[in-house]
């Protein structure tokens, strides 16, 4: 990959005209996603691909709504979200920065204020299978009470396979 600009001036048509240099402000941050929880790469492209290649995790965090309405009822929410670690540890951290970011609060239709907090990061996990082809699995969990499973799973109620 060459980096524009470095072309010798034989090669570059004449009718272009030369690369303009991008300030850094623009440049820092052209190169990366979002930022949650890793460290700004430094020195350009190359660094951020150096050493060995971050691993796939599942985050399964729980958020929950509150607000200053009386009659207001809290709603959690359960998402899983996927990251790419180098380590189980940068994970969980990641994990933790993504719900922080995810917080919000805002007026609903009745001018009331609701604010969504992450309560909890449940669980990382590495991904087993990262291919990610039809059927592979992402998460699993084993529980012994399918009775409180059903009780707070509102998709279950009177199903049957």
Do not use: C
């Not at 979200?81 to 990641?94: C, G, I, M, P």
């Not at 993504?98 to 609701?114: D, F, R, W």
């Amino acid at each position: 990959m060459s980096n524009r600009g470095s072309e010798p001036e034989s090669e570059q048509s004449p009718e272009m005209p030369p690369p303009v240099e991008l300030p850094d402000e623009l440049v820092e941050g052209a190169d990366r996603s979002i930022n949650i929880g890793g460290e700004p790469t430094t020195g350009g492209r190359a660094s951020a691909f150096a050493g060995a290649e971050p691993e796939a995790y599942v985050a399964v965090l729980v958020t929950e709504s509150t607000s200053d309405s009386p009659d207001f009822q809290p709603l959690y929410e359960e998402s899983f979200v996927l990251l790419t670690a180098h380590s189980e540890e940068e994970a969980h951290e990641k994990a933790r920065e993504y719900g922080k970011q995810q917080e919000i609060s805002y007026h609903n239709e009745h001018q009331q204020l609701v604010t969504w907090r992450l309560k909890h990061v449940v669980e990382v996990k590495q991904i087993e299978d990262a291919t990610f082809d039809d059927g592979s699995e992402l998460y699993s969990r084993f529980f012994r009470n399918y009775a409180r499973y059903r009780s707070f799973e509102p998709t279950l109620e009177g199903e049957d396979p």
